[in-house]
């Protein structure tokens, strides 16, 4: 499973972006999704994650009620709308799918990864 991220770019401190995750060739309703983030210097972070149904869905404390996670069937493609954005959002992002129904944000609950997408958040 080959996931491509898109959507990545540089924003103005509280600007939006909207960073999408495919996977031509595949459903993406047959996998659970995982946003995840690497800041410079720290840790990876699960930031958000969308169950297959897509009915379920969680996020981390530091991007909880900025961030609207969802799937696009239309587009066969998850959407990670980001919002009211901080420099500390600066971060390569990844998406992740697993073949589980539902996931959590811990890296090792996700089989195949995106190589990313950067985004910079200018104070």
């Known amino acids: 499973l080959r996931l491509v991220e898109s959507g990545g770019g540089s924003v103005q401190f509280g600007g939006s972006l909207r960073l999408s995750c495919a996977a031509p060739?595949?459903?993406?309703?047959?996998?659970?999704i995982g946003w995840f983030r690497r800041a410079p210097g720290k840790e990876r972070e699960g930031i958000s994650c969308?169950?297959?149904?897509?009915?379920?869905?969680e996020y981390a404390d530091s991007v909880k009620g900025r961030f609207t996670i969802s799937r696009d069937y239309a587009k066969n493609t998850v959407l990670l709308q980001m919002r009211d954005m901080k420099p500390e959002d600066t971060a390569i992002y990844y998406c992740?799918?697993?073949?589980?129904?539902?996931?959590?944000?811990?890296?090792?609950?996700?089989?195949?990864w995106g190589q990313g997408t950067q985004v910079t958040v200018a104070s």
């Open positions: 060739g595949f459903d993406l309703d047959d996998y659970a």
């Open positions: 969308i169950s297959k149904s897509g009915q379920t869905t």
């Open positions: 992740a799918a697993a073949t589980m129904p539902l996931t959590g944000l811990r890296a090792w609950e996700y089989d195949d």
